[in-house]
């Protein structure tokens, strides 16, 4: 398979399987950049012997949302400068392989990838900014509406299968276990008669008929 593609490109198409690989890909990548954090820290000696892994299996898109939210930015000036290198680096890279797999996904469900924006990217700002609108009831249709989506989105990505064969966006990303499958499996040869039995002309001796072949 060919990996920049997969994880870094958005034309094609893939499946279910490695949309959800793709997401544990992220989350080792989270937890390996975790402890890379924790290694600085501990030889600059401001950190403790404990090393601790987090896993994160959203692609980090909490964190992206952030970035929109003025009231993040006031609590950059406590946050240690080996943290904010690490966390936006890598988020940086994992919202490149998850846009790259999730629009792939959507061309597997022959879907154009701005669907992403409705089912991912309008959820999870409404979620962001939820704390700051009022407790009337004129936001619960909103608040419905934004997870309905994010609801379909998930159901779209990662339960329901893909086009069977070609689409406007390519092949089908099944078609060659289906041939490979196939091809490893060939169809029993039949015993074929007129092969292995040959008409004897009439002689002195023996009578003639059929007879097997010799080495057949």
């Known amino acids: ?29 989270a937890g390996l950049l975790g402890v890379i ?12 012997l404990k090393l601790s892994i987090k896993l994160d299996f959203d692609f980090g898109l909490d964190d992206l949302f952030k970035l929109v939210d003025p009231r993040t930015y006031r609590s950059l000036a406590s946050f240690d400068r080996t943290d ?18 999730a629009i792939k996904r959507l061309h597997d469900r022959d879907r154009s ?7 991912f990217f309008v959820p999870g700002l409404f979620s962001q900014f939820s704390d700051l609108l009022p407790d009337a009831s004129w936001v619960l249709p909103f608040s419905l509406a934004a ?10 990505l990662f339960i329901v299968p893909g086009t069977a064969g070609h689409n ?23 015993w074929d008669q007129s092969r292995e039995i040959e008409i004897v002309p ?15």
Do not use: C
Request: glycine share 10%; hydrophobic share 55%.
């Open 84 to 101: 904010l290198i690490l966390k936006s680096s890598g988020l940086s890279l994992f919202l490149w392989i998850f846009l790259a797999t």
């Open 37 to 48: 954090g924790q290694v600085i820290h501990l030889l600059n000696a401001d950190g403790s």
């Open 147 to 156: 997870s309905a989506l994010w609801l379909w989105g998930i159901i779209e």
């Open 1 to 29: 398979m060919d990996w920049t593609w997969y994880l870094f490109r958005f034309d094609g198409r893939i499946n279910r399987a490695l949309l959800w690989q793709a997401l544990l890909i992220v989350a080792l990548l």
């Open 168 to 190: 406007r966006f390519g092949p089908d990303p099944l078609a060659d276990f289906d041939d490979g499958s196939a091809s490893a499996a060939p169809p029993a040869k039949s």
């Open 202 to 216: 009439p002689r002195a001796s023996p009578p003639g008929g059929m007879h097997v072949k010799r080495g057949a």
């Open 113 to 119: 990838g701005w669907w992403i924006v409705l089912f």
